[in-house]
């Protein structure tokens, strides 16, 4: 008999993976509370751009994915060293924000409209299977420089520049690695569009 989770235990659990992968490296990681604007990509699914980028702590640069991610107002984690940041919460240049993240079940996504509210806004996570080895594909965007800021359907959006295959300690994803994501709606299809995710262990 498989059991029902609550919505509200994913979610705790989503925040949960990041924080504990982050736990093993203490000194690798600063985290804060930034306040002000903030790109939320969790529910993003991304596009390669071809180019690399280099991210702290990385002995050699990923590839780089462009991800549309909703902008929102308020208080929001950050890892001052990780991704791209340069160790505050001052955004990256002055038309840019950083991708940060706080725990929202609802995210305006481009797959509908942009959507505020309501299921169509509706973001559950979901795990995205070891054995569909696409963890060297999925997107960390935690920390990284947004720019390109503007309106779509109202909801304001800025492009994010992330990693492809990148764990929260700057190492490279096997491909055979599960991970969580916010993207899709729970549809298996995200999983193998370059969604943004937090990894889990190798299986």
């Known amino acids: 008999m498989r059991t029902r989770i609550a919505f509200p235990l994913l979610l705790t659990l989503f925040c949960l993976l990041w924080t504990t992968r982050f736990a093993a490296a203490q000194n690798q990681h600063d985290f804060q509370i930034c306040q002000g ?3 939320l990509c969790s529910a ?3 596009t390669p ?3 690399t980028i280099q991210v702290n702590g990385a002995s050699q640069p990923f590839f780089e994915a462009d991800c549309t991610c909703p902008i929102f107002s308020g208080n929001s984690i950050a ?3 990780g991704g791209n940041m340069q160790g505050s919460c001052q955004p990256p240049s002055p038309n840019g924000v950083w ?3 706080s725990l929202m079940s609802q995210i305006p996504q481009e797959m509908n409209g942009w959507v505020t509210s309501g299921p169509k806004a509706a973001a559950p996570p979901q795990v995205c299977p070891a054995n569909d080895n696409q963890g060297d594909q999925q997107v960390n965007c935690f920390s990284f420089a947004c720019d390109t800021q503007r309106y779509v359907n109202g909801v304001p959006v800025a492009t994010c520049h992330c990693a492809m295959g990148e764990s929260p300690d700057a190492t490279a994803v096997p491909p055979n690695t599960a991970f969580l994501t916010q993207a899709g709606q729970k549809h298996p299809a995200v999983c193998f569009n370059h969604p943004v995710a937090g990894t889990m262990s190798p299986q």
């Open 37 to 39: 604007y903030f790109a």
């Open 49 to 51: 751009t071809g180019k």
């Open 99 to 101: 991708s940060l993240f």
């Open 44 to 46: 993003s699914t991304c």
């Open 79 to 81: 890892d001052v060293i």
